[in-house]
């Protein structure tokens, strides 16, 4: 028997945490290829999600994916996040929560993947605000995250 992760475990734990104490949940996601988020709203190759009762519907925290439905500009989108890209969930108010090490050696991968995702939209001539973020900026050099890495 393969061991399984506790990554989707804390993040569920945190969540329920956050809403118990009336606090709003965020949920900071890498984005590539397999990231289904609007593209508009990345920024660095990152995006922050509310993931909050009161910001979602149909929230669904599996130990691979986190999928749901959320307003971006009043317009109803589907959310789509592999467990392996989430780098922090954490309370809006206060910061607490919990950051966590992303897998090594995907940045690469997640290019590529993000590359043939976006070469296939446009293709399908599919709206371009879907499009993943392959050509995000790096992270900035010197920007430090006020979250703690927990091993």
Known sequence: MSEVSTKPYLIRAIHEWCVDQGLTPYLAVAVDGRTM??????????IVLNIGP??????VMGNELIAFQARFGGVAQNISVPVDNVSAIYARENGHGMAFELASGSE??????????AADAADDGAD????????????????????????
Request: glycine fraction near 6%; avoid cysteine; proline fraction near 6%.
């Open 128 to 151: 371009a605000s879907w499009v993943p973020a392959s050509s995000a900026e790096p992270a900035k050099a010197g920007l430090r995250s006020h979250l703690k890495l927990v091993k």
């Open 108 to 117: 690469h991968e997640a290019g590529e993947e993000a590359a043939e995702f």
């Open 37 to 46: 988020v609007p593209r508009s709203f990345v920024q660095d190759g990152q």
């Open 54 to 59: 009161d910001a979602t519907q149909s929230l």
